[in-house]
């Protein structure tokens, strides 16, 4: 038991890289059919500059960065009070219960990018591999 712990903890960052880039990804998603209408067109007209437009702006550019691992802890920062700002306003007026008005995704994704911030990018990331280029060039080491 003692040896699987051991194996599990050495994969910990690792799969904290994976869950930020698949968090990422699926928010850009959001973004991209509001933005660019793909894969499917956004069910209604955004007019520029509205609220929805600026929501999608936000998955846009913060699903890229959360992607990449670029600036990470404060892009999931911004992107869990845009998660929690979008349930407050969009769902929980509706019912107290997550499940009745639609907004258990938004918490969802509110709760993993509020622990990315706390965690940080993992070491696949564009932070990870900047830190290690700065500290290689201060002469010092910084775990990963």
């Given at each position: 038991m003692n040896s699987l712990h051991?194996?599990?903890?050495?994969?910990?960052?690792?799969?904290?890289?994976?869950?930020?880039?698949m968090a990422g990804l699926l928010y850009l998603s959001h973004g991209i059919v509001k933005h660019l209408s793909f894969p499917m067109a956004f069910p209604t007209a955004i007019d520029p500059?509205?609220?929805?437009?600026?929501?999608?702006?936000?998955e846009?550019?913060?699903?890229?960065?959360?992607?990449?691992?670029?600036?990470?802890?404060w892009v999931a920062l911004i992107c869990s009070g845009?998660?929690?700002?979008?349930y407050?306003?969009?769902?929980?007026h509706r019912s107290f219960f997550?499940?009745?008005?639609?907004?258990?995704l938004a918490i969802m994704y509110s709760f993993v990018?509020?622990?990315?911030?706390?965690?940080?990018?993992?070491?696949w990331s564009l932070d990870a591999v900047l830190?290690?280029?700065?500290?290689?060039?201060?002469?010092?080491?910084?775990?990963?």
């Open positions: 051991t194996i599990l903890a050495s994969w910990q960052p690792k799969v904290l890289s994976v869950l930020r880039v500059f509205s609220r929805l437009w600026f929501s999608g702006a936000i846009l550019i913060g699903g890229t960065l959360l992607t990449l691992g670029f600036g990470t802890r845009h998660m929690a700002f979008a407050f306003l969009g769902h929980a997550p499940i009745q008005n639609g907004g258990n990018f509020l622990y990315i911030f706390f965690a940080g990018a993992g070491p830190s290690k280029r700065t500290a290689a060039s201060h002469g010092s080491s910084v775990a990963p």
